[in-house]
């Protein structure tokens, strides 16, 4: 059963912090992607990823940055975490045409 | 650019009721089309595509047909279950290695 990994369900973090969310998958998949999702708005790309070690900028970067040292994981990290950046954040892999995705994180940044 | 428009939710319907989410596109080039769910505290998974003109995708009593003279993919069920009740994402990939882009979603409920 293919598996793409979130390392948390819920995490609260303090304004200003440094942030990182986890994402796994076990597929050998070479792309992946971090969305927000927000109600009202749909699912927004942040940043994706085509290869290890390279990344793209997707709709809404800014206050974002990512990491794909190796091919399975790909993290997303909130350099100064701020209250506008509280949301869900979902990790999806990609083989072929169809994407994969994570349970989920749930981002609360008070 | 490319984008997908579906309508507002929140959609409820009755067990048994006949289903429709309207799905229009705006794309360069030819798109595949795709319908994703995302069931409560889940991630979205993939529900049904079509990857051309006149294809139709289907899967769990679901189906979708790729219109290109209208630029629509309309998910239609002819009768829901209170299993059904979920977010329903419209979204294409253009041509090529490109992102998936997405509506907005629409949240059905089904009410028994």
């Known amino acids: 059963d293919v598996k793409v990994t979130q390392s948390s369900r819920y995490l609260v973090k303090r304004t200003g912090e440094k942030v990182f969310l986890e994402c796994v998958q076990d597929?050998?998949?070479?792309?992946m992607f971090w969305y927000r999702q927000d109600p009202g708005l749909g699912l927004r790309l942040i940043y994706f990823?085509?290869?290890?070690?390279?990344?793209e900028k997707g709709d809404i970067p800014e206050g974002y940055s990512v990491s794909r040292e190796k091919k399975e994981r790909f993290s997303l990290i909130l350099e100064s975490a701020s209250t506008n950046q509280t949301s869900m954040y979902l990790c999806?892999?990609?083989?072929?045409?169809?994407?994969?995705f994570g349970q989920g994180t749930r981002l609360t940044v008070v | 650019g490319n984008s997908v428009t579906q309508m507002e939710g929140p959609v409820t319907l009755s067990e048994e009721a006949f289903l429709t989410i309207n799905c229009t596109y705006t794309?360069?080039?030819?798109?595949?089309l795709f319908w994703y769910v995302q069931y409560p505290g889940e991630g979205l998974q993939l529900l049904l595509k079509?990857?051309?003109?006149?294809d139709k995708g289907s899967n769990k009593g679901f189906e979708a047909t790729y219109r290109k003279e209208t630029t629509s993919f309309h998910l239609e069920k002819g009768s829901v279950q209170v299993s059904d009740s979920a977010v329903y994402f419209c979204?294409?990939?253009?041509?090529?290695?490109?992102?998936?882009?997405f509506g907005k979603g629409t949240r059905l409920s089904v009410i028994a």
């Open positions: 979204a294409l990939r253009n041509s090529g290695n490109t992102p998936l882009v």
């Open positions: 794309a360069t080039g030819y798109p595949s």
């Open positions: 597929m050998d998949h070479e792309n």
């Open positions: 990823s085509y290869d290890v070690k390279m990344k």
């Open positions: 999806a892999s990609e083989g072929g045409t169809e994407a994969f």
């Open positions: 079509a990857t051309k003109a006149d």
